[in-house]
């Protein structure tokens, strides 16, 4: 999908697309104010719906998720999102870090948006789009339990990827939910996870038919 590739080099390496019919002259020299929108990371995409969830910090900017919004008629669900970190609440840099949107089901950590407004509007809308909501702490967020993604095959069958510290961290309930859904798929990426910073969601980019 266009919004794909529009998304990974929004604010990053808009330069290179200048002669590509996805470029957005008004992107052009956000880059240089330090205003960026990290492509996968930095929006969730519910596609059937048209909602763009965003947290918001330095890597994920407001006004570049609206005109993203604007280009590609998306419904922006904007919110901040915390960890604790050095007896501190600390922003979260990425969106899919906190949750992830699947066909039929959202795996999400309220416990990172502090606000309780924000939560709410966050909930309403993927209760409006019928998600069912499986719900992760914020240990399990810090586990990359947030940061997976749905895939399906030739058969349209649907599989959850995570890692295999996402996976373990579930407790079975979660699982449980998952699996009405899904099939999962874990593989250890700890190498990535504790080097990187970043889980099985952030390895991949989908492709569209």
Do not use: W
Not at 25 to 47: A, C, H, M, Q
Not at 113 to 124: A, G, H, L, P, Q
Not at 163 to 173: E, G, H, K, P, T
């Amino acid at each position: 999908m266009a919004e794909l590739v529009y998304a990974l080099v929004l604010g990053t390496s808009a330069a290179r697309l200048k002669s590509s019919s996805l470029f957005l002259p008004t992107i052009d020299n956000y880059e240089n104010r330090n205003k960026f929108l990290e492509g996968t990371g930095s929006l969730v995409l519910d596609r059937t719906n048209k909602l763009a969830f965003c947290a918001l910090s330095p890597r994920s900017d407001k006004e570049l998720l609206q005109i993203f919004c604007d280009e590609y008629s998306f419904e922006p669900v904007i919110f901040t999102a915390y960890q604790n970190h050095n007896n501190r609440r600390a922003l979260i840099y990425h969106t899919n870090v906190v949750m992830s949107i699947c066909s039929d089901y959202s795996i999400v950590c309220f416990d990172a948006i502090d606000s309780f407004k924000e939560k709410n509007n966050v909930y309403k809308k993927l209760k409006e789009a019928g998600k069912t909501i499986i719900e992760i702490n914020e240990d399990q967020l810090l586990s990359f339990a947030g940061n997976v993604i749905e895939l399906k095959n030739t058969d349209n069958e649907s599989f959850i990827v995570m890692s295999s510290r996402a996976l373990n961290s579930l407790n079975v309930n979660q699982k449980k939910t998952i699996c009405k859904f899904s099939k999962i798929i874990s593989s250890d990426i700890s190498t990535i996870e504790d080097v990187g910073g970043g889980g099985i969601r952030c390895m991949i980019a989908e492709i569209f038919n």
